[in-house]
């Protein structure tokens, strides 16, 4: 046994520091020393709520499953990993049993445990830690050229290829990206790795559309306008089909008045009502809206404007067999402006309340834009 040192999150925005003891890897387990943590937005939920939608939190909790490291011990039966290997780590654990697992969804396996998720119960502790085991087929190494902080963000690179596998998104598409986070800049990436032709990607952050246009992510950006909320359901879809027709009548270039017309393809990376709505809105007839995003479990849409024109509204729920991919896309630099998503970085667990605080803007206290924070150890 060894002792380390844990962020632990305990109530709504209360983190202390925990020492834990950690046994030895078991055999198929490799212990991995965390070298970088990425803040996504499931974390911040469950740090802001102690909450994310229906999944509460019922137990003391180590946030962080964006995550890198280096093996420093395996367990008798690991033979294709060693001390001093990079590593970038998938934190779900699945059964490999059942009738999902053998069909390779998973991530749909009821007997999931997923780092930082309060869906499972014990939770499964995630990677604000200094130290964990983890089972070393799901400890995938990386070259010397993939950076520990750029591997971190493999994980959500993973969630926009498993998107974009289940959008069967294809040359020549026009695709929708709602939110310009970083999985809705990955999904614009791989939706331009698929052959999309257009791609527009809309935020209500001004900086993150000008982000996403000039580091190539997107041909075209779209800011959603702020405005009061509506509060009656009418009122709401007024606003959405109102997005909906601004987004569509967006033009192609400025040399011509020819206009994006519908979308073959909306990915909803923001689970916001009003962004969903506006995704059935805009796409085409026969179309798909991909929801990406988890916002809250409870919405009102007009499931009439998708079905009579045959929208498919596909769910997505975090990813199955994409690391591999996403390894691939990093050596062959295929993902436009990869590194520049890190926009902040912080270092040591005693700064992890100060990464969160920062991580729920868009910009920070000097005005610089906010993307994807870290936590390096």
């Known amino acids: 046994m060894s002792s380390i040192t844990a962020s632990v999150l305990v109530g709504p925005k209360e983190l202390v520091l925990e020492t834990r003891s950690l046994c030895a890897p078991g055999p198929d387990e490799c212990q991995v020393a965390v070298k970088s943590t990425t803040l996504c937005g499931s974390d911040l939920h469950y740090y802001n709520h102690f ?4 999944f509460k939190v019922r137990e003391s909790l180590s946030l962080g ?15 294709d990993l060693k001390p001093g290997d990079r590593v970038a780590l998938e934190v779900g654990i699945s059964c490999l ?7 390779g969804k998973y991530n749909l396996c009821s007997k999931m445990q997923f780092r930082s998720s309060a869906k499972s119960f014990p939770h499964f502790q995630g990677t604000l ?9 799901l400890c995938h190494k990386i070259p010397s050229s993939i950076s520990y902080n750029a591997a971190a963000l493999i994980e959500p ?23 310009a986070g970083a999985v809705g800049l990955f999904c614009a990436a791989m939706a331009a790795v698929s052959g999309a032709s257009t791609i527009a990607i809309a935020d209500i952050s001004p900086g993150r559309v000008d982000f996403a246009v000039s580091q190539g ?8 306008p702020l405005g009061p909320r509506p509060t009656t359901t009418e009122d709401k879809l007024e606003s959405a089909r109102s997005i909906a027709d601004e987004l569509t009548a967006l033009k192609m270039s400025a040399d011509d008045d020819e206009t994006f017309g519908s979308f073959d393809i909306a990915f909803e990376c923001t689970g916001v009502e009003s962004c969903i709505q506006a995704s059935i809105y805009a796409a085409k007839a026969g179309g798909k809206v991909m929801f990406v995003g988890m916002g809250s479990p409870i919405q009102t849409l007009h499931i009439g ?8 509204l596909l769910g997505v729920f975090r990813y199955a067999n994409a690391y591999p991919t996403a390894i ?14 890190v926009t902040h970085k912080f270092s040591g667990l005693q700064n992890v309340h100060a990464a969160f605080e920062v991580a729920g803007k868009t910009s920070d206290g000097d005005g610089k834009l906010v993307i994807k924070t870290v936590i390096n150890f």
């Open 51 to 54: 909450a994310n939608g229906d």
């Open 65 to 79: 499953h964006e995550s890198a490291g280096e093996v420093i011990a395996v367990g008798a039966n690991v033979t």
């Open 97 to 103: 049993e059942c009738d999902l697992c053998r069909r």
């Open 129 to 137: 830690q200094e130290k964990i085991n983890h089972p070393a087929s």
């Open 157 to 179: 690179l993973s969630v926009a290829i498993h998107s974009s596998r289940r959008s069967g998104v294809t040359a020549g598409d026009k695709v929708l990206v709602f939110g």
């Open 217 to 224: 992510f997107a041909t075209h950006g779209y800011v959603v």
């Open 305 to 312: 404007a998708a079905m009579t024109r045959e929208v498919d």
């Open 328 to 341: 691939s896309l990093l050596r062959q630099k295929k993902i436009p402006a990869f590194e520049s998503l």
